[in-house]
């Protein structure tokens, strides 16, 4: 787009070729060569390289920056989160913290409770009145009862004090929001599929274990070359370079992470990797370690390069340049999602209920009477020895 632009400011006629040895940018070699298309560039088979660049050193002194189209981000990309089976969704649809905080709510609720009553009972003394049933009930079996009233089911032990009848109706408001809750967290994991935390931070990545890899050299550079700080040292330690495509090998081996572009990685994403549901097969994390602008590259003293400086800059301010890059990345998605829709058809997100959903539930069920069977034989045994 941006060169047959410049082709009709510039009155040119733009001889287009690819790298002469497939390499798409190049780099230098041990013997001081250089290949790619940045060795066709030094060796005058093309007078302007319109792959766009980061603008850092590579190895020579001889080529030149154009003017910057914009600046990028260099980010990690790792392999998609798997699904949570059925199975375990339900147990994991809660954060442990409110597992937590349920448990300790049904226990404080008991001994509020008990504190109550033990309060009530010294009036019962002080005025002489006679006990009533659960006058005398422990800590522990108040903590059960509220446990009953916070899961719904009914107490053995009702109050006849206004003071512990208000501290009960108070859990009782809380049972409602809570089964309330409960049930629609259950609903919603049965009903929609969910997935594991993904990789979000460069310090998960180097927890990870995961391999950084990357077929160009010039992207060795990610982490520094002299950085003090340990997780970029570590993560530096993790760099390899392959033969074949790193994200391609990210995305469907899900052994090592890929180095990509920002601005590339949504067209990228959601063109090659993506399933028939629309759920991704790479994740982009959110932790990006370098920024750079990019720009094109010429020889050095290349004489038409302020021509080209000149209508590139007065493309860049317009914004025309990022509209360009943005009309042809939304085509470029909605050919490729129309092409998945009329080839396969799509998985709903939302789906009914079936038996095949419930079938966790039915496990727990016939483990429960499972052990319970097992404890009245063992009972039973025990008693008539």
Not at 358 to 385: C, D, K, N, P
């Amino acid at each position: 787009m941006m060169l047959g632009n410049l082709a009709v400011a510039l009155n040119f006629t733009a001889e287009t070729m690819d790298a002469s040895d497939g390499q798409e940018y190049g780099y230098r070699l041990k013997n001081d060569t250089f290949v790619g298309s940045l060795g066709d560039l030094l060796q005058y088979r093309t007078d302007v390289s319109f792959n766009v660049r980061f603008m850092k050193y590579y190895d020579t002194h001889n080529i030149e920056f154009l003017h910057p189209i914009y600046s990028d981000q260099l980010c990690i990309l790792s392999p998609k989160s798997l699904e949570i089976p059925q199975w375990l969704a339900i147990f994991l649809c809660f954060h442990p913290y409110v597992w937590a905080s349920f448990v300790v709510i049904g226990f404080a609720g008991g001994y509020c409770w008990f504190v109550l009553r033990r309060w009530g009972l010294q009036k019962v003394r002080l005025y002489r009145q006679r006990l009533l049933k659960g006058d005398r009930a422990r800590c522990a079996v108040l903590s059960i009862e509220m446990w009953l009233v916070l899961l719904g089911a009914s107490s053995t032990y009702l109050p006849v004090r206004m003071i512990e009848r208000i501290l009960l109706v108070a859990f009782l408001i809380a049972n409602v929001i809570i089964s309330g809750t409960f049930q629609g967290t259950l609903t919603t994991a049965f009903s929609t599929k969910s997935y594991y935390k993904d990789l979000n931070t460069l310090a998960a990545i180097d927890q990870s274990e995961l391999p950084i890899a990357t077929s160009s050299r010039s992207l060795l550079d990610i982490f520094g070359n002299d950085s003090l700080s340990p997780l970029y040292q570590s993560l530096k330690g993790k760099l390899q370079i392959l033969n074949e495509s790193a994200r391609h090998r990210a995305a469907f081996s899900r052994d090592v992470c890929s180095i990509e572009r920002h601005s590339d990685v949504h067209l990228i994403i959601n063109t090659e990797y993506i399933h028939p549901n629309g759920q991704p097969m790479l994740h982009v994390v959110d932790e990006c370690p370098r920024v750079y602008s990019l720009a094109y590259i010429v020889r050095k003293g290349w004489p038409f390069a302020p021509l080209f400086n000149a209508a590139i800059y007065r493309f860049v301010e317009s914004g025309l340049c990022m509209k360009w890059y943005e009309d042809t990345e939304t085509a470029l998605i909605m050919q490729k999602r129309i092409k998945q829709l009329r080839e396969q058809q799509e998985e709903p997100l939302l789906r009914k209920l079936t038996m095949i959903d419930m079938q966790t539930s039915f496990y727990i069920m016939a483990l429960g009477m499972l052990i319970s069977l097992m404890v009245f034989i063992v009972e039973t045994f025990v008693g008539r020895g």
